[in-house]
């Protein structure tokens, strides 16, 4: 059963903007803090951004000030808003919940971005 479910990736130019989305179940959305994560080639995954249920958001050093992660409670969705893309954020993103039973984890979007 899918539970966590990516969209909005693409490819753009370096100084352009994507917004991602992440429909979570209603079942584990808000159950704790939602994140996300990206993998690019050759790379350990990395974490990107968190935001809690109350609203809390913290930022990975490399996209501080350029990224910005939300959340729409009524849609049971979170987004990570992508401004001022670096070809060095090229990678696979994906959003995560990490609850005491299980890690979930979506099926990734790809994000490519051109020099």
């Known amino acids: 059963q899918v539970h966590l479910v990516e969209s909005g990736g693409g490819l753009v130019q370096a100084g352009e903007s994507l917004r991602l989305s992440c429909k979570v179940t209603?079942?584990?959305?808000?159950?704790?803090?939602m994140n996300w994560y990206r993998q690019a080639p050759g790379k350990q995954r990395e974490w990107v951004a968190t935001?809690?249920?109350?609203?809390?958001?913290d930022y990975a050093h490399s996209v501080k000030g350029r990224f910005t992660i939300s959340r729409d409670d009524a849609k049971n969705t979170m987004y990570l808003q992508m401004n001022s893309l670096k070809p060095e954020d090229t990678a696979v993103y994906y959003c995560?919940?990490?609850?005491?039973?299980?890690?979930?984890w979506g099926q990734g979007t790809q994000v490519t971005v051109s020099s």
């Open positions: 995560n919940t990490n609850l005491p039973w299980q890690n979930y």
């Open positions: 209603a079942s584990i959305y808000s159950l704790n803090s």
């Open positions: 935001i809690s249920p109350s609203g809390t958001t």
